[in-house]
């Protein structure tokens, strides 16, 4: 009885195993699907960005745009931008490939909070905003979703 216990227990255990790829796969179109509204205007900037020269790479499925470096081209400071690099669902634009490698872990807190809330991501990060701005605040610093994403990433 007792050998019958622990195969129980260890056919049980491997349940689980066994559908984890599909339920992973599942829920990934589930975080995609739901932050789609915003990777749609990500890749509606990201195709004027293309068109400005952009370079575009896919990693760890989310797409990245960086700008043609300014500091290289014959007119220094043109990408004048109030941003070093912003996120917009699975869309990352970034001034410059050095921006993109500097950002990239705080840019992927971001597209995790869109996996999270979704279309409701861009409402309540300016909602976050406003409201540490009535508090006397920092709009930008003190926002809920900046603070998280500079205590994830680490920075």
Known sequence: MLRL???HRFLIGLVPQLFEPKRARWRRAGCLLWAAPNSLLGLLLGLVWWLAGASAQRVDGVLELVLPDARKSASP???RLPFAAITLGHVVLAVDAREM???????RVHVA????????FLPAYLASSLWQWF???RAYWDNRFEVEARRVAGG
């Open 113 to 120: 909070q869109y996996e999270r809330w979704g279309p409701l």
């Open 5 to 7: 216990g622990r195969l």
């Open 77 to 79: 400071g043109h990408w």
């Open 135 to 137: 508090r006397g605040r």
């Open 101 to 107: 490698r500097r950002w990239r872990a705080h840019e």
